[in-house]
């Protein structure tokens, strides 16, 4: 018995069409509720004031929202992280043309029990030694040390994101230890870091 198809059967072009785009929205709204974290923190850490963080990342996810079909899905946080670097950059080039502003960058704590007084202390050194060298690296460097140290990326991840050779990533993560080890070593000696 041949099965007979009416165009009553057929799916509704408007149909589709909806559902597309409430899948499109469903996977926006799921790529700012999983990356919104991740990005605003990586921005600070690349040395963006609060308000420029807030700033560029809006520009982060408006831009990707604008190439979604780009973005393999599980590949979204290397692919905002990209973005995010460029943003960056583009900001601090436009702060370079606002009267100069002291930023410092708040590093993220974990804290599962209260400390002593001394382990804040010694967390704050850390954090201002830390805040220091990374204040003192050139935009590269500091980005490839953000994402590699901090981000725990690999060095072929921040390869792609940052469009330059592996070698030339190993070469801004070494310069970048070997600047923070100079400002410890500073401190270490008793002199201002």
């Known amino acids: 018995m041949a099965a007979s198809i009416s165009l009553d059967d057929a799916p509704d072009q408007s149909d589709t069409s909806l ?99 001394d382990e804040l202390l010694a967390r704050k050194q850390a954090r201002t030694l830390l805040e220091l060298a990374m204040s003192q690296m050139s935009p590269d460097v500091r980005s490839a040390f953000v994402l590699y140290e901090l981000e725990q990326m690999t060095r072929q991840e921040i390869a792609t994101i940052t469009q330059t050779p592996p070698g030339t990533v190993a070469s801004r993560i070494r310069i970048a230890r070997e600047q923070l080890e100079a400002v410890a070593a500073r401190f270490q000696k008793g002199r201002r870091p």
């Open 19 to 117: 559902r597309t785009r409430q899948e499109r929205a469903a996977r926006q709204a799921a790529l700012v509720r999983n990356h919104l974290t991740f990005v605003w923190r990586l921005l600070r850490r690349l040395g963006l004031s609060p308000e420029d963080a807030d700033d560029a990342a809006q520009e982060t996810f408006l831009i990707a929202v604008s190439k979604l079909d780009a973005i393999v899905e599980g590949q979204e946080k290397r692919y905002l992280a990209g973005i995010a670097v460029r943003s960056a950059a583009r900001s601090r080039r436009s702060q370079r043309r606002r009267p100069d502003q002291v930023v410092a960058v708040e590093m993220d704590e974990c804290r599962s029990s209260a400390p002593s007084s």
